[in-house]
């Protein structure tokens, strides 16, 4: 059974930073391309980020260049999304999800952590 759970989110003020970790499970990590995506009410799903299987296939959205970075520990089954100088606008639930790497749709998904950013 795949699992993928998200964790690292919380109230935080403007300005802050948080690292958001998704651990996958029941998969070949190394075969699955992890992104990290965020929505909220009445607005569509943004991909926010994403991670291959080597530093060479990363992918960080523009809306958050320079703020966010993402990273992958393949020993830990594990992808991080490091964000920092929050933003209320980027109040969110925030999901991983995971495709093989040779294919487009996003198989698995996680629960979801809730950022939310205070001004």
């Known amino acids: 059974q795949v699992q993928l759970v998200e964790s690292g989110g919380r109230l935080v003020q403007a300005g802050e930073s948080l690292r958001l970790s998704c651990t996958a499970s029941?998969?070949?990590?190394?075969?699955?391309?992890i992104a990290w995506f965020r929505q909220t009410p009445g607005k569509e799903r943004e991909l926010v980020a994403g991670?291959?299987?080597?530093?060479?296939?990363?992918y960080v959205a523009d809306s958050v260049q320079g703020r966010f970075t993402v990273s992958r520990d393949n020993a830990k089954n594990t992808v991080y999304l490091q964000m920092n100088d929050l933003r209320p606008d980027d109040t969110a639930i925030y999901s991983c999800?995971?495709?093989?790497?040779?294919?487009?749709?996003?198989?698995?998904w996680g629960q979801g952590t809730q950022v939310t950013v205070s001004s």
């Open positions: 991670h291959g299987r080597n530093a060479y296939i990363k």
């Open positions: 999800a995971a495709r093989f790497f040779s294919q487009n749709n996003y198989t698995y």
């Open positions: 029941g998969l070949r990590f190394n075969l699955y391309y």
